[in-house]
């Protein structure tokens, strides 16, 4: 910030109600000149929106994907290389949107710096995200582009097969735009990353920033881009598959899992939670370990859990929780996920969340 940002800044801090027009009395320049700095305060999370509401200091930043889900869901057996009766649904998506949604339903508040188009339906996600108390205002718009789409193929037991995902638009967040906003970054109290991003990208994050990263490794394949710096992360949140992957420790038992956890905190990771699916999430901290077992709960759609899982690992953070309940945090949230025909449920809130782990964990 400039000193007049500051100066501005802290007028504003002083009474929120103050006029353009006090403020430039104050300043001894223009009321234009003012809505100049205003409009720059905005810009790097000073100030969220209009009505002079100041960025708290306990907020988390989050970078990655947004996007358009279409989820498919098979009545029958899927069959391959034919047509499968079923439904189909749309909805707002991306592990970083996801997660962004899910904290702001944990009274989080959230910056997230993502990527849209200029076509209807990312208008309609910013308007969401604004009705959310969903910060956007560092994100970036791509003229004459769509917004990000994730397709999802579900089977007759509501589980995932297969999904592809058009994340090209992702290819915006590069390392000179990580610096336009880096004090957004710098002031958040934890930043979550997602794969989404580009590799040199999350590189320059890691390697700039001195704030608690957590990571979402989002799929296998993306899971690779972090593989030779895992160890700059705080948190991270691999399943089964990406585990492995990145450890190169094969996991059969509870003794693997364990090892598979020591390999990462080893590298500096802070603290891992392995999901396991329907067999619940192995936890690690490297002085504290063990395995807590998934609710037993209808399963009705499984593609937004991990992201709720994550929102709930990092509510725990912010709040100061052991790893035990971070994990038992992140399952209640998971469990009240699945239970939804909608990627992001309705019913995640704090008192669902703490009503489950208390009741059930």
Known sequence: MTNREKEILNWIEENPLISQSELATKANITRSSVAVHISNLIKKGKIIGKGYIIQKKKFVSIIGGTNIDISAHSYQFLKDYDSNPGKVSTSFGGVGRNIADNLSRLSQDVELVTVFGDDFNSNEIIKNCK??????????????SAISTYISILDNNNDMKIAIAAMDLYEHITINFIKSIKEVLEESKVCVLDTNIPEKTIEYIVNNFDIPIFLDCVSTTKAIKVKNIIGKFHTIKPNKIEAEELSGIKITDE????????F????????????????????SNGKTYGHIEALKKEIINTTG?????????????????????????????????????????????????????????
């Open 255 to 262: 003794i693997s899992l364990k090892e598979c956890a020591d």
């Open 305 to 361: 859990a991990g992201d709720a899982f994550m929102a709930g690992v990092v509510y725990s953070f912010l709040e100061n929780f052991d790893i035990v309940d971070s994990c038992k945090n992140g399952i209640a949230c998971s469990s009240i996920a699945i239970s939804s025909h909608k990627t992001i449920s309705d019913n995640i809130s704090l008192e669902n969340m703490n009503s489950i782990r208390e009741e059930n964990l």
């Open 131 to 144: 009705y959310l108390g969903i910060g956007v205002s560092n994100s970036l718009i791509i003229p004459n």
């Open 264 to 283: 990462f905190i080893k590298k500096g990771v802070k603290q891992i939670f392995i999901s396991l699916g329907e067999n619940g999430v192995f936890y």
